[in-house]
């Protein structure tokens, strides 16, 4: 089937606001609405500067002064929420009450409550609230489900996701308790994603049931390092490892069954390495490429046809309530407190 491009599902481009000038939303929406022919209409920034620098570098049409002034403006239909963490929750129901869809950056919310009171507005309000996993809508991944449930690994064994990276910078947001940081939010909300789509597959849920924590050096509640092991439907094992300590950069998923294994290399950046490694004992080993048109291309493509047309699409706001109820499980096994409610 051919997946359509932003412009292809719908006859007008996409109107897009963005709450926030920041780094991912370079790679995550400019690019990919530019080559796919949507507007970037407005900017709104804490730093009026830092967004008319934006602006000028990026193609945006317009800067507003405020986040208020961004939801008001007539001509933004879609907000783009890539603010801290602690700012999802209030900034995408306040899109929601002015009327406007919403891609919002993962994780959806600050804790499982804040996600509920989300969705809630959301579903009452029949718009198209996006949680921008956009892994799950590359080849790549969907062709790994293929695999895992199609029988050519046997029985299933184990589901391994690790996710570690160096440390950010001392004064990054990621170490911020108050803005919902830590490891487990930041990685490990993929991880934990990537188990829930394979349960849904596999005809059930997925389910933590150990995890151990390790809080940044002089960070209280912070985590720095995560390991959860999750119970998956039929007696498959899953594997979490997220850390960002480590010197090296592994964002890797790999599944096993009795008759071999499967890997996607990075299935958070697809367009640097496409590959779908499959192993078979007693075979030689199969690369099967997918396409390194990034993930993020593709998530536009189908929040286009979710607003332009009503396509379904799978990271909606439940699935957001689902990510959350498992982050704020994790944290409770490990010790920890799930992240604070945003105060606005």
């Known amino acids: ?29 400019v690019v990919p609405a530019h080559d796919g022919g949507a507007r970037l209409v407005a900017v709104a920034a804490r730093d009026p500067r830092r967004a008319e620098q934006f602006a000028a570098e990026h193609g945006v049409e317009r800067v507003v002064a405020t986040y208020e002034d961004l939801l008001a403006d007539p001509e933004v239909e879609v907000v783009y929420n890539a603010l801290p963490n602690s700012l999802h929750a209030p900034w ?8 406007k869809h919403v891609l919002t950056e993962k994780p959806f919310a600050s804790n499982a409550e804040e996600a ?3 969705a809630d507005a959301a579903a009452a309000s029949g718009l198209v609230v996006f949680d921008a996993f956009h892994h799950r809508y590359h080849p790549v991944f969907a062709r790994l489900l293929e695999v895992v449930t ?37 990685l490990g909300c993929y991880a934990l994603n990537v188990m829930s789509t394979v349960a849904t597959a596999l005809g059930g849920v997925a389910e933590p049931v150990a995890a151990h924590a390790v809080e940044g050096e002089g ?7 995560f390991e959860v092991e999750v ?35 990075n299935f958070i950046k697809v367009s640097t390495d496409d590959r779908l490694v499959v192993r078979r004992h007693g ?5 099967e490429h997918l396409g390194t048109r990034s993930s993020y291309h593709h998530q536009l493509d189908a929040l286009t046809a979710a607003v332009r047309t009503g396509a379904p699409f799978p990271t909606d706001a439940a699935d957001g309530v689902v990510n959350l109820e498992l982050i704020d499980a994790c944290y409770r096994l490990a010790g920890l407190e799930p992240r604070p409610t945003s105060k606005g």
């Open 231 to 265: 119970a998956l439907p039929g007696a498959v094992r899953g594997e979490i490892l997220c850390a960002m300590s480590d010197p090296e950069l592994d964002f890797s998923i790999m599944v096993t069954g009795d008759l071999g294994e499967a890997k996607i290399n």
């Open 92 to 99: 995408n129901l306040a899109a929601i009450a002015a009327g």
């Open 283 to 287: 075979e030689d080993e199969r690369v």
């Open 150 to 186: 199609g029988g050519e690994l046997g029985t299933l064994r184990t589901v391994r996701v690790q996710m570690v990276m160096p440390p950010p910078p001392e004064d990054d947001l990621r170490w911020s308790l108050p803005l919902a940081g830590g490891v487990l939010m930041d």
């Open 1 to 29: 089937m051919t997946t359509p491009t932003s412009t292809s599902a719908g006859s007008e481009p996409l109107r897009i606001g963005l709450l926030g000038a920041s780094r991912i939303a370079v790679e995550s929406l």
């Open 219 to 225: 960070r209280p509640g912070v985590d720095a390092r």
């Open 116 to 118: 509920r009171t989300v």
